[in-house]
């Protein structure tokens, strides 16, 4: 019955800390918003110069893009991850 409760204890210990080696992906993100920013913006732009349907998708598109990033950026803060 020890040995049993010892396993359980030392199992659920060892969970708690590997959870602190996760990094945090929005403080990741946080950094990386300039540099997507630069390189979707890049993107968008040679996109558009592809003519009507490329000039349609990228101005669809990039709104979207954009809000999905931040949208995702405040949804992992929130959670702590």
């Given amino acids: 019955m020890g040995i049993t409760r010892a ?4 199992e659920d ?7 602190l080696f996760y990094p945090r992906i929005w403080k990741i993100m946080v950094l990386a918003a300039y540099p997507f ?3 979707g913006a890049g993107y ?3 996109l558009e110069r592809t003519g009507t349907i490329g000039a349609f998708f990228a101005d669809t598109l ?3 893009t954009l809000i ?3 949208a995702l950026l405040f949804v992992l803060k929130k959670r702590g991850w």
Wanted: aromatic share 8%; no cysteine.
């Fill in 68 to 70: 999905g990033y931040a």
């Fill in 62 to 64: 990039m709104p979207i």
């Fill in 13 to 19: 210990s060892r969970a708690i800390h590997v959870s």
């Fill in 7 to 10: 396993n359980s204890h030392g």
């Fill in 44 to 46: 968008f732009e040679a």
């Fill in 37 to 39: 920013l630069l390189l």
